[in-house]
């Protein structure tokens, strides 16, 4: 088919409809093939390339679960309250308030604010990293050769910038983030051990306990050892539920916990949100 004119190029252009490829959105949501909820109350559905970023913002109370479905997708996870972007996500008092450098199920995902932006409710791969962050250009030009976001081997904090922008953020507006599905342990003399993956089909499931808008970098570890850019598909899907309670064992499991979810609620209260 011509694409010289402009007449080609848009009947070219009409003629994908419906096409499908295998990392892409579906939209709407509630057509994804395989949900795990009432189809109806999905809100995302979406495969994203190894090497490729998402972002969507998303209610209080939605879940969103991530899956690794090579076993070899690295999630690189930002969070902000989402009319309020100064209020973010801070992994070092996620790992300091709750006494633990490794994430997993029944942690929480702090803000600078004391407040709880997320929690873990589930989580079957248990390599995750709180300690490392993502990938920067520097590193990744020299590991692999490039690492502007259009080349082969884009780094993480160059798709956040994108996605960044994308929501009215600017680079200055990017912290550490946090990694699931590659991890590390921390050795007895204080440096890292890269644990790589727990293989193919591991998931983890996350609760938004305020609207928070969320930015995902599916690259490779930083300290991933392999000299080649790995980095496989990235399943999202997210869906409608409500809000921890004070009645959910969750709320009540730390003095720590209670803490941040009480400061979460007031603060909600005092905006007439809950």
């Given at each position: ?25 579906v ?19 979406e ?20 899956t ?9 996870l ?34 600078d ?82 644990t ?16 928070v ?7 490779p ?34 003095p ?19």
């Open positions: 088919m011509a694409t010289e004119t402009t007449h080609g190029a848009r009947d070219h252009a009409r003629a994908q409809e419906g096409a499908r490829a295998e990392a892409m959105p939209v709407p949501a509630r057509n994804w093939p395989e949900p795990p909820c009432a189809a109806e109350h999905l809100v995302w559905a495969t994203v390339a190894g090497g490729n970023y998402t972002h969507r913002v998303l209610a209080r109370g939605t879940e969103l679960r991530l690794d479905l090579r076993g070899d997708a690295c999630a690189h930002l969070l902000y309250a989402a009319d309020r972007p100064w209020e973010r996500l801070n992994v070092a008092d996620t790992v300091k308030v709750q006494w633990n450098a490794y994430l997993g199920e029944n942690r929480l995902l702090l803000s604010q004391g407040r709880v932006l997320a929690s873990v409710v589930a989580d079957s791969s248990g390599r995750h990293d709180a300690l490392c962050g993502t990938s920067t250009l520097v590193r990744n030009t020299g590991r692999y050769g490039d690492g502007t976001p259009q080349s082969t081997s884009p780094a993480g904090r160059e798709l956040f910038k994108v996605a960044a922008a994308k929501n009215g953020l600017e680079p200055r507006d990017l912290p550490p983030s946090l990694s699931f599905f590659q991890g590390v342990q921390v050795r007895e003399d204080g440096t890292l051990d890269f790589g993956s727990a293989g193919p089909g591991g998931s983890v499931t996350l609760r938004a306990e305020q609207d808008t969320v930015l995902i970098a599916n690259v570890h930083p300290a991933d050892p392999r000299p080649e850019y790995v980095s496989t598909p990235l399943e999202v899907l997210a869906w409608r539920a409500a809000p921890t309670g004070p009645e959910d064992p969750l709320w009540q499991a730390t720590e916990g209670r803490r941040a979810f009480l400061n979460t609620a007031e603060h909600l209260a005092a905006r007439g949100i809950a």
